[in-house]
């Protein structure tokens, strides 16, 4: 990838950077149409592929505008982009006149504010320009043309020669009003000034949208043509331009008195060159080299970009040639599509409430609805729920709680959302039951902010349910939520009392026992991590497993059904990460069969039932949706 | 009183999460100035009790309780420890807060990327440690022959499973390839064709798996639909 | 043993960080003359890049919601991607008159999408642009983030919807959302079970690994196209890996 | 300034991801670095989450001072925000009235907009051949398909073997194979990203 060249400095950057490293003008153009180093990188793209030519029209671009911006001043870029502005957004106002005009607005004093202004504002237009891609770029190749173009070949000549076309249709108004109008120049500053501000402010779509289409037409019939064939006849409005007789102005006089004063040297040095004939841009450039000392210095080659500037009958040709570059053709495409689709009254204008979508998703919902609300009222028993041994993980889950000694210390982890808990909670709660029974010290924990809630919930309804004792289940100890992630559970497995040192009802379980035994996770009996989201699954098998396996401290996963297929792999890898799973509904319910609780009030039945009813929703789905699109494009065939 | 309120609580309970799952619910129809307030609701009691909980599990337990404790019983000895863990990092936390006023925001930014280096070497590390070496040496594991059954047809059968989850992890690695050798200017890009076919496996791979996985969602939330027709039920069942 | 095994895991690990570090410092560095990388085209980055500009002509919105994941979390590298990409956004989007609204659901994702937003309007010198509550946090658990994110793409006359960044399954309410406001979804998630359902619910999913290419797609910079060569010799390095391990594990040359 | 403030940033943040990283492969001598500043971590990403609920209250609180339309929901949102917080500050996270604020208003809602997602989600399959007439939307779906049917006893016809057979095997060896080539993948891009930030190269702090 090539160096970018600031536009503004013309020094090499690297492409990474936004800002030009030697004087901080923005790199990058809005759009992805052409950010530079997008370019080159994006080989696929559709805004930067297919034209071949693209290359050797591109290649001279950046070297040339450097060399060019290099030796424009800030003021000047600024007037004629300014120009470029104006004429962009509404057509209708420039005149040629009203243009050279401005130009030699920039010979007379008051046009040193712009320059004079300070860094942010400056910065702010420049970018604001820059920004408008279809603006800022496109001139310097034009001045290029200008200005030396015996000097350096360029290797399009047609623009160049249509140009002088141009020029010549033009030339006359052009120059006789700039003649009359040039002292009118300073009443019109306060009108350019105003806009050149706003410039940043103005954004040409935004206009085209919210304003009527007609003056978007004449640009999006111009470009198109020319990208056809590079012969352009000109558009409408600009003939029109060339007519319209801008009033001169009444405060002529309260502004111009200053003008004489501040005239700097090199400006005098100029004003033959309205009398020199424009084939003689190579003594101005020898003159350029003597002035360069003073206090324009670095502005080396200003007066050789200059006579372009002034000369009066050039700026109305190339402002209307420049404005054609890929970018603005691939834009002026996509705005005559967008008005293509403003034409036909889009959906989105007048969404109604009732659209064959909304019909179609309301009938799969009754559909699927239906079947299972009958199930649960009618607490149908008829399908037979899963049996632990079909379910890999359910029975070597049992077998570790079983193992556990009385009173043993468990992890719990109670990661996962409370929407999940309509498909966990069987699960969860049968294996509470299972752990109270054999009164096993709980210590829970939860990485998710819900996860204590549920915790604290679901302990209260267990031992609720539990069967022989009575009052809750007190044998646990709640800590309450670790922040931080990842970060949070590798400090749990390394010293769960630093990052947890009081229990939610604020008593320093770690004193007492049996957690005063406990220095890392590892000293647990056994760790249950209750989760939906296959990644909290993972961060605890990767932080924790290690530490446990170590001890040999096993540890089981109760999952949802959409984190299964993901944690499998690591139950069945050997040797293995998870020594006991419970996933998704089925698996608690085998589960709850292992601890002898059968109770599933048509919950399975209507699971059954959605199942199919599902099944067969995509299925006829899928066909009558193929079946219809082949009968809508033969209906488009005939 | 108060046991009045709590015996009234349960049963206003259950009426609000009826009312709430109704109201959800209608998003099925379309979107509608019910759901649009019960998700207003829901947002604010979620993010509430998460931002409660935070305050008591880190702002109460982590930083306030241990000073208290340690000017309250007179034991110091935990205070380098303290001066060390906890005080920088709260420190820090107020000095963040800073973003909070976009006037001062910018002087926020180191705390920032404090969080963002550290943040970075754990996902690093964690990828590395957690997921690239397990998965590959679980892919290599696969057709260790000192875990071969020990009947040959089972042994066929794990050979067979081996290789097809060999061959799928290979190709599905493969099939995200970037690059693409540079041809001449203008040439569509496009990849060799023994590429293409490998990298047409490895999508089988992933598609497979997506459906897969696509299911187990599907389950879990057919699961959470029944689960809220059985307590609107029950509810209905209340009264 | 296990010691030995650990700490040979340790130098081993640290062996791969070095050398994808090398081979980053290496692209990065050596770009500069080198012929530009050819990426293989993904349909959702070049749908991405056009509607993001048509987004800008039409004067509509360009939607980011950056996802939930924490960035102390392994999910928190595809929260990066999606910051990266917010900023090429803001800065496509630099000249239209509806900046990007962007949606998170954690809170240093949502200051950090914040510093992001400004910073790329303060290198396009159009600070003014910011406003802070462009950058949004809409919820702080998973649902109630997806829940709050919905209105705002109802609302705010979107015309694109990226999200990018670590989501869950609730990323279907999202891209139903779009769908319903017939707005374009490009999605991506490092979650796999998100990725099912975006594959079968959103317009252009991004799947794997490419979600972590966007950089490099979006022309984010010398330093994402050099991670992209780095990942693309790294893939090759562990097909290799995997192969020869399993033949010698085969030949019980290896236990 | 201008200058010297993003670089001192990229340089903290390069400065204490190394150490953190040093930390996970050499516990030995990095590890007690590594812990204390994973400690900060742990306790900056609260003050963190804490700006987020800020900025939540502000955005709504904006929607209500400029009175567009949900301004009333904006106002419902803040309202059990604050009583929220209130309750469970006062009563503590495990006491009864938060108990109770949580399992009537968090969970109906949570397992509802789960159960909107499948009418979403089996929407979605139905017209997602309409939508993407590939090969591989025919192979996802065959799939779905057949998970489905393997994943439960279907009505009327009951559990059908060889079905859940081939559930069983498509989720045990082509999906763990998928779905290590994915893992990988997306662990390659996370190192890659990680690194980017460690190199200080990409700067999402606003640097």
Redesign the interface.
């Known amino acids: 990838m090539t160096d970018v060249i600031c536009p503004l400095c013309g020094k090499p950057n690297p492409p990474d950077l936004d800002e030009c490293m030697y004087c901080q003008a923005p790199l990058k153009t809005g759009g992805f149409i052409a950010p530079p180093e997008s370019e080159s990188e994006l080989s696929s793209s559709p805004s930067t592929s297919n034209k071949p030519g693209e290359a050797e029209q591109k290649a001279p671009e950046p070297s040339a505008s450097s060399d060019l911006e290099q030796s424009i001043p800030d003021w000047l870029k600024q007037t004629e982009a300014d120009f470029l502005d104006l004429s962009e957004v509404k057509p209708e106002e420039p005149s040629p006149a009203e243009l050279s005009g401005q130009f030699d607005s920039l010979l007379s004093p008051p046009s040193t504010p712009p320059s004079s202004k300070e860094n942010a504002i400056d910065d702010d237009w420049l970018a604001s320009l820059l920004d408008e891609a279809g603006v800022g770029k496109p001139e310097p190749p034009s001045l290029q043309e200008q200005a030396p173009e015996e000097a350096l070949k360029e290797p399009e000549p047609e623009p160049g020669s249509e140009m002088y076309e141009e020029g010549a249709n033009l030339a006359v108004e052009g120059s006789t009003e700039e003649e009359q109008l040039s002292p009118t120049q300073p009443a019109e500053k306060p009108d350019w000034l105003k806009n050149l501000e706003a410039s940043s402010t103005i954004k040409l779509e935004g206009d085209l949208f919210s304003g009527e289409p007609e003056p978007i037409e004449p640009a999006v019939n111009e470009i198109p043509e020319e990208k056809a064939q590079d012969q352009t006849p000109l558009p409408d409005w600009i003939a029109k331009t060339g007519s319209i007789e801008p009033p001169p102005s009444p405060q002529e006089p309260a502004e111009s008195p200053i003008a004489p004063a501040e005239l700097p040297n090199w400006l005098e040095a100029l004003r033959p060159t309205e009398t020199v004939s424009p084939s003689a841009p190579v003594e101005d450039l020898s003159g350029a080299d003597i002035v360069t000392a003073g206090p324009l210095v670095g502005l080396r080659g200003v007066i050789s970009a200059h006579p372009s500037a002034i000369r009066p009958q050039k700026p109305p040709t190339y402002s209307i040639k420049l404005r054609v570059t890929d970018e603005q053709q691939a834009r002026v495409e996509m705005m005559k599509e967008l008005l293509a689709n403003e034409e036909k009254p889009t959906p989105l204008a007048s969404r109604p409430i009732i659209t064959s979508r909304n019909i179609f998703r309301l009938i799969v919902a009754v559909v699927l609805l239906l079947p299972m609300v009958w199930m649960i009222i009618s607490g149908s028993q008829q399908a037979s729920t899963p049996q632990p041994g079909n379910i890999p993980g359910v029975v070597d889950f049992t077998q570790q709680i079983q193992k556990l000694p009385s009173g043993a210390p468990v992890l719990m982890a109670f990661d996962y959302e409370a929407g999940f808990s309509g498909e966990l909670n069987i699960a969860v709660t049968n294996v509470l039951i299972q752990l109270m029974n054999k009164s096993a010290y709980l210590t829970l924990v939860a990485t998710t902010p819900t996860g204590p809630a549920l915790a604290e919930s679901l302990i209260k309804n267990a031992s609720s349910s539990l069967v022989g004792t009575s009052g809750a289940y007190s044998n646990y100890a709640d800590l309450g939520y670790v922040p931080g992630g990842t970060m949070g559970l590798l400090g749990l497995a390394k010293s769960p009392r630093s990052i947890l040192p009081y229990s939610l009802e604020s008593d320093n379980v770690w004193e007492g026992a049996p957690l005063n035994a406990i220095a890392s996770i590892k000293d647990f009996s056994a760790v249950i991590v209750l989760t939906n989201d296959p990644d909290t699954a993972r961060i605890w098998i990767e932080q924790a497993g290690p530490l446990l396996q170590e001890a040999g401290t096993p540890l089981l996963m109760v999952t949802s059904s959409q984190a299964e297929p993901l944690i499998r792999p690591y139950f069945e890898a050997k040797p293995a990460q998870v020594q006991g799973l419970i996933a998704g509904l089925a698996g608690g319910l085998a589960y709850g069969r292992t601890v002898g609780n059968l109770q599933q009030n048509g919950i399975w039945d209507a699971f059954s039932v959605g199942v199919t009813v599902s099944f067969l929703i995509i299925l006829i789905g899928s066909i009558a949706g193929v079946v219809s699109k082949m009968l809508a494009a033969s209906k488009k065939e005939n | 009183m108060l046991e009045q309120i709590n015996q009234l609580a349960d049963p206003i309970g259950a009426i609000i999460g009826f009312l709430l799952t109704i109201m959800v619910l209608s998003y099925i129809i379309g979107d509608n100035a019910l759901f649009r307030l019960a998700i207003h609701i829901f947002i604010g009691v979620a993010s509430g009790y998460a931002a409660a909980l935070i305050l008591y599990n880190v702002v109460l337990f982590q930083v306030l309780v241990p000073v208290i404790q340690m000017f309250s019983t007179g034991k110091t000895d935990g205070l380098v420890t303290y001066a060390f863990r906890v005080l920088p990092a709260v420190i820090l936390g107020i000095w963040m807060l800073t973003k909070a006023s976009p006037r001062l925001a910018r002087w926020g930014t180191p705390v920032l990327a404090f969080l963002t280096g550290v943040g970075a070497a754990t996902v690093v590390a964690g990828a590395v440690r957690g997921t690239l070496f397990p998965q590959v040496g679980a892919s290599m594991n696969l057709l260790n022959i000192h875990t071969a059954p020990a009947e040959l047809n089972n042994l066929v059968g794990w050979f067979i499973n081996g290789l097809v989850i060999l061959v799928g992890t290979i190709t599905t690695l493969i099939y995200f390839q970037f690059g693409i050798k540079s041809q001449e200017e203008g040439a569509p890009v496009q990849r060799s064709v023994f590429m293409e076919y490998i990298s047409t496996v490895g999508q089988g791979f992933i598609v497979i798996t997506l459906g897969v996985l696509f299911t187990g969602v599907y389950i879990a939330a057919l699961t959470a639909l029944i689960d809220r027709i059985r307590f609107l039920w029950d509810t209905l069942h209340i009264f | 043993m296990d010691q030995v095994l650990s700490s040979i895991t340790n130098y081993l690990g640290v062996l791969f960080i070095l050398l994808c570090l090398g081979l980053i410092l290496f692209y990065l560095l050596s770009d500069r003359g080198r012929a530009k990388l050819n990426l293989r085209s993904i349909q959702a980055f070049i749908h991405f890049r056009r509607e993001v500009d048509l987004a800008v002509e039409a004067g509509k919105r360009l939607h980011i919601s950056l996802g939930r994941g924490s960035i102390n979390d392994l999910q928190g590298g595809s929260a990066f991607i999606g910051l990266t990409i917010l900023d090429r956004c803001a800065r496509a989007a630099s000249n239209s008159d509806k900046p990007p609204v962007t949606t998170s659901g954690e809170g240093v994702i949502t200051v950090l999408s914040q510093d992001t937003l400004r910073s790329t309007y303060r290198s396009l010198a159009a600070e003014e642009r910011y406003d802070p509550t462009n950058a949004r946090m809409t919820g702080l658990t998973p649902l109630a983030y997806a829940a709050g994110t919905m209105p705002a793409i109802h609302d705010e006359q979107i015309s694109t919807n990226i999200f990018v960044g670590h989501f869950g399954t609730e990323i279907a309410l999202l891209t139903e959302a779009g769908e319903r406001n017939q707005s374009l979804t490009v999605a991506g998630s490092d979650s796999i079970p998100a990725q099912a359902v975006i594959y079968a619910t959103s317009d252009e999913p991004l799947l794997g690994e490419e979600l972590y290419a966007a950089g490099a797609y979006l022309g984010a910079g010398g330093a994402h196209s050099a991670s992209l060569r780095m990942q693309d010799i790294l893939r090759w390095v562990l097909v290799v890996a995997i192969m020869v391990g399993s033949i010698l594990k085969l030949l019980g040359i290896l236990s | 300034m201008k200058k010297i ?1 993003p670089i ?3 340089i ?10 040093l930390g ?3 516990p030995g001598v990095f590890g007690g670095i590594q ?22 209250a ?2 709504h609180w ?1 929607k209500i001072a400029s009175s567009k ?2 301004n009333i ?2 106002m ?10 209130l309750i ?2 006062i009563n ?3 006491g ?1 009235w ?34 993407r ?1 590939k090969w ?1 939307t025919i ?7 057949v ?3 393997g ?9 059908i073997t060889p079905l859940s057979i081939v559930r069983g095997w ?30 200080g ?7």
């Open positions: 403030l001192t940033n990229a903290i943040a390069v400065i204490s991801g190394i150490f953190v990283l996970y492969f050499f812990s204390t500043l994973i400690g900060w971590a742990i306790i900056l990403a609260a003050f963190a989450l804490l700006l987020g609920i800020f900025n939540l502000m955005v904006k339309s949900g929901n904006s419902v949102l803040l309202i059990s925000l604050v009583v929220t917080i469970v500050s503590g996270p495990a009864s938060s108990l109770w604020v949580f399992n009537s208003f968090q969970v109906p809602v949570e397992v509802s907009l789960l159960a909107v997602l499948a009418v979403i989600l089996v929407y979605a399959g139905a017209r997602l051949l309409a939508h007439p591989n192979l996802f779906l065959v799939t779905v398909l998970v489905l049917l994943s439960a006893p279907l009505f009327f016809i009951g559990e498509l989720t045990q060896v082509p999906a763990i194979a998928g779905a290590r080539g994915l893992l990988i993948g997306v662990a390659l891009g996370t190192v890659a990203t990680g690194l980017r930030i460690l190199i190269a990409d700067r999402p702090y606003g640097g």
